[in-house]
């Protein structure tokens, strides 16, 4: 693996919203997050075998929820997929931003795609591991 991005519409759901019965809003998350991957995923990906690194922004128009609780439902939902098991996520990057913020730099066509769409959105984004010797 190199690198696998994609895009998922609207805000996102917390580790901590989990409830017992019929309407799980955690599992139509993470549904919803593992459908938006498999729509990115290409055939002539390879799902990463070794360390990977776990990028996540959230771009907002209304903030609401903590960077800490965004993260465990998207590892899980691409488990399987982008990575064979979310123990390989050695380096983890979990930012907010407002949706109307000006950015420029670093446009990929994923998240031009994200930002053409006018609503809020996180944009996820699996690397191979930096060296795994280096501390900073």
Do not use: C
Not at 52 to 59: A, N, P, R
Not at 117 to 126: A, M, N, P, S
């Amino acid at each position: 693996m190199t690198r696998f991005e994609f895009i998922v519409d609207g805000s996102p759901v917390s580790q901590q919203a989990r409830k017992r019965g019929k309407s799980n809003p955690l599992e139509a998350w993470k549904k919803t997050v593992r459908q938006e991957a498999e729509k990115y995923w290409s055939s002539e990906q390879k799902t990463a075998t070794g360390w990977v690194m776990l990028q996540i922004t959230y771009f907002y128009h209304s903030d609401q929820m903590d960077v800490d609780n965004i993260v465990k439902p998207i590892q899980d939902a691409i488990k399987g997929l982008a990575y064979i098991d979310d123990k390989q996520v050695s380096d983890l990057l979990v930012r907010k931003r407002n949706l109307f913020g000006d950015f420029t730099q670093n446009m990929t066509s994923t998240l031009t795609e994200g930002f053409d769409r006018g609503k809020e959105f996180l944009h996820i984004v699996v690397i191979d591991a930096p060296d795994q010797g280096v501390i900073t």
